[in-house]
T-cell receptor, first 116, second 114 residues
Framework: ETGVTQSPTHLIKTRGQQVTLRCSSQ?????VSWYQQALGQGPQFIFQ???????GRGNFPPRFSGLQFPNYSSELNVNALELDDSALYLC???????????????FGQGTRLTVV | AQSVTQLGSHVSVSEGALVLLRCNYS??????LFWYVQYPNQGLQLLLK??????LVKGINGFEAEFKKSETSFHLTKPSAHMSDAAEYFC????????????FGTGTQLKVEL
């Protein structure tokens, strides 16, 4: 158990709809990073939130947006869903925004999103 | 930009045999490198990481990896495979000194046979 909880675990949406995914970070952690893992691929960095501010973004369109709350939990919102958005969405919680010698990121179990 | 290449999307070994999963990085300066494992329907778990200290890194579950600058490699090994090692393994990289994102390889599915 990592202490990082994601909800829901699975959901099915229709193309064009909007979806919100949630991540509860580990106690004491102030950073949440989101990754998209398409079937058969490695995770791709979407963005990172550090102390409620976006702290870096990957190559994803603006319809992917996020929030981080004062308790450091986070949401990933995707608007105008496309079929290619079908993937496992992972969040990672860490105590600093850097992946370095002293920091370990703990991943949640993911949310499996299917767009039909 | 840093990247990693994992050779072999599927690797099959017998129980008790050596496990070797390959990872090569692309970077002009030695980056930080990581190996993660993903069991079915679960998130990623850190096995080990290289952050410019010892080049031979020992991780959990008997795994280790050696950073070889001359070969730009960070291959993952385990002397004796166990059935419970069957999973997907990802190599990842971030910038020297640390970075705020991990760039993952495409993964290697390890199958362990009796």
């Amino acid at each position: 158990e990592t202490g990082v909880t994601q909800s829901p675990t699975h959901l099915i949406k229709t193309r064009g709809q909007q979806v919100t995914l949630r991540c509860s970070s580990q106690s004491g952690h102030n950073t949440v990073s989101w990754y998209q893992q398409a079937l058969g691929q490695g995770p791709q960095f979407i963005f990172q939130y550090y102390r409620e501010e976006e702290n870096g973004r990957g190559n994803f369109p603006p319809r992917f947006s996020g929030l981080q709350f004062p308790n450091y939990s986070s949401e990933l919102n995707v608007n105008a869903l496309e079929l290619d958005d079908s993937a496992l969405y992972l969040c990672a919680s860490s105590s600093t925004p850097l992946f370095d010698s002293d920091t370990e990121a703990f991943f949640g179990q993911g949310t499996r999103l299917t767009v039909v | 930009a840093q990247s990693v290449t994992q050779l072999g999307s599927h690797v099959s070994v017998s129980e008790g045999a050596l496990v070797l999963l390959r990872c090569n990085y692309s970077s002009s300066v030695p980056p930080y490198l990581f190996w993660y494992v993903q069991y079915p329907n679960q998130g990623l778990q850190l096995l080990l990481k290289y952050t410019s200290a010892a080049t031979l890194v020992k991780g959990i579950n008997g795994f280790e990896a050696e950073f070889k600058k001359s070969e730009t490699s960070f291959h993952l090994t385990k002397p004796s495979a166990h059935m419970s090692d069957a999973a997907e393994y990802f190599c990842a990289v971030t910038g020297t000194g640390g970075g705020n994102k991990l760039t993952f390889g495409t993964g290697t599915q390890l199958k362990v046979e009796l």
